[in-house]
């Protein structure tokens, strides 16, 4: 077990196995020799007197080796750590309109419905939109993009539809 005390003259505190009790070491952060005490006499973690003279201020006092150092534990658990902010639960209301599916979204390019000459643009669509159902249908937003056509070797111009819904 460790003897944890403060050095008398720049109150660090320091952590030192048991078996150095009594014996005189250099205190890490002020330098001065220090005489480790034994486990009963031994301060654990007290906080300077307002009585006791504040050390004159020097480089070591500003340097990082002069912080004091904080002995923390962390809580160990044989259960599972309980969740410390809960998530609200949707409304009643929500969920039966199909809240807790995820929203989704399809585009539908008409250059992309044309096979061997055809438009099937409007036939992908009422297939698509009868497979969503008209309860989990959100939005329909109507697109107009270029492309280049590598047959006539022209920028086109086309259109088709961003449909939001859920699934």
Do not use: W
């Not at 109150?11 to 005189?24: H, K, P, R």
């Amino acid at each position: 077990m460790d003897i944890v005390f403060n050095c008398p003259n720049c109150d660090q505190e320091l952590a030192v196995d048991q078996t150095g009790a009594g014996s005189q070491i250099d205190c890490p952060a002020c330098g001065e020799k220090i005489t480790i005490p034994s486990a009963a006499k031994a301060t654990t973690g007290s906080l300077p007197t307002p009585a006791a003279p504040a050390p004159a201020p020097s480089s070591i006092a500003s340097s990082a080796a002069a912080k004091v150092e904080l002995h923390l534990k962390v809580p160990v658990r044989n259960t599972p750590p309980e969740s410390l902010i809960g998530k609200p639960k949707p409304p009643l209301d929500a969920v039966q309109k199909g809240a807790g599916k995820r929203l989704r979204i399809h585009t539908i390019r008409r250059a992309s419905c044309i096979e061997n000459g055809h438009d099937f643009f409007d036939d992908r669509v009422s297939t698509f939109l009868q497979e969503v159902t008209e309860a989990n249908l959100i939005s329909i937003h109507t697109i107009s993009y270029e492309m280049f056509d590598v047959g006539v070797q022209k920028i086109m111009t086309d259109y088709g539809l961003v449909i939001l819904y859920r699934g």
